[in-house]
């Protein structure tokens, strides 16, 4: 009896502590917080504040990250406010689809104070020349964002002759062979198209180490001279933060599923997240482009 007395209340303690350590499990689980994506945009021509809220969605209800999206005002075109900057100060992670902005001073230096953090950042296109101040302005050094935040080239021309080939043409893009094994291009095929016109970016940049990832080729470039460039790459910039970028970013691109894979990716390769082993499915992003 004593035997059947001890094993009920071993059987007992049992239960009450394995009840205490699933309930410690899913509190611990409640309380790791989702990472926090701030998305910062301003572009004239590439319809950035209405493509990246889509992804900010898909983020949210299917991959387990929080986001806040700031925009230029109040519109696109609106080269000197993005109202609410002072949400990179708790952010986990800076997006910048930017295009020539000449912010304030006071706005500037709440990015500058997010690159001091050395967080990690993520890049489309046109945040090569995010910023255009004239000549002599106190924040000139910012023209060349780009080159400071993605080792991108520092604006657009210049002595590297950053430039296109042509609104016309269109990009296709391949996997770099010694890139086939990234975990970033989990899921994104080995060839696809984009209506992207080609950035040139070679043969200076992407610099300090970076490793692209996806070689771009010009189909009717409207330069005979063009050549490949890369149009994907992963470094570690000036201030010591991981980032990954990309000069794709053409409207119709969002609609491409390699394209979703590869962001969708970046997003979980940039927080420290496992890539997803379960692809979400196809976000359907229809956004017209503005010539």
Same mark, same amino acid.
């Given at each position: 009896?004593?035997?059947?007395?001890?094993?009920?209340?071993?059987?007992?303690?049992?239960?009450?502590?394995?009840?205490?350590?699933?309930?410690?499990?899913?509190?611990?689980?409640?309380?790791?917080?989702?990472?926090?994506?701030v998305f910062v945009t301003g572009d004239h021509e590439y319809s950035g504040e209405s493509t990246l809220p889509k992804v900010a969605a898909e983020l949210e209800k299917n991959y387990g990250f929080r986001t806040k999206f700031l925009k230029a005002f109040p519109d696109h075109n609106s080269e000197e406010n993005i109202p609410g900057l002072e949400a990179l100060k708790e952010a986990d992670i800076a997006v910048f689809f930017l295009r020539w902005r000449r912010l304030p001073a006071d706005q500037v230096q709440l990015i500058e104070d997010y690159l001091k953090t050395a967080k990690p950042l993520i890049g489309f296109r046109t945040t090569t020349h995010s910023f255009n101040y004239p000549k002599g302005h106190p924040l000139v050094k910012w023209n060349a964002f780009g080159e400071m935040a993605f080792n991108s080239p520092p604006g657009w021309g210049g =002595?590297?002759?950053? /430039?296109?080939? &042509? +609104?016309?043409?269109?990009? !296709?893009?391949?996997?770099?062979?010694?890139?086939?094994? #990234?975990?970033?291009?989990?899921?994104?095929?080995?060839?696809?198209?984009?209506?992207?016109?080609?950035?040139?970016?070679?043969?200076?940049?992407?610099?300090?180490?970076?490793?692209?990832?996806?070689?771009?080729?010009?189909?009717?470039?409207?330069?005979?001279?063009?050549?490949?460039?890369?149009?994907?790459?992963?470094?570690?910039?000036?201030?010591?933060? =991981?980032?990954?970028? /990309?000069?794709? &970013? +053409?409207?119709?691109?969002? !609609?491409?599923?390699?394209?979703?894979?590869?962001?969708? #990716?970046?997003?979980?390769?940039?927080?420290?997240?496992?890539?997803?082993?379960?692809?979400?499915?196809?976000?359907?992003?229809n956004v017209p482009y503005r010539d």
């Open positions: 009896m004593k035997k059947i007395i001890k094993l009920k209340y071993l059987l007992l303690v049992l239960l009450i502590l394995c009840t205490s350590i699933v309930g410690l499990a899913q509190k611990a689980k409640k309380s790791v917080k989702k990472p926090l994506i =002595k590297n002759n950053h /430039t296109h080939y &042509g +609104h016309n043409s269109s990009t !296709d893009v391949s996997i770099i062979p010694a890139q086939a094994n #990234n975990v970033l291009l989990t899921g994104v095929d080995n060839n696809f198209h984009v209506r992207s016109w080609l950035y040139q970016v070679l043969p200076n940049f992407p610099s300090n180490g970076s490793s692209a990832l996806l070689m771009g080729h010009s189909i009717k470039p409207e330069n005979s001279k063009a050549y490949d460039n890369p149009v994907a790459w992963t470094g570690v910039n000036s201030y010591g933060a =991981k980032f990954f970028f /990309t000069t794709m &970013g +053409h409207p119709e691109d969002f !609609d491409q599923e390699p394209f979703q894979h590869l962001i969708i #990716n970046a997003f979980h390769w940039i927080a420290g997240k496992p890539i997803p082993k379960k692809w979400a499915g196809k976000m359907d992003i």
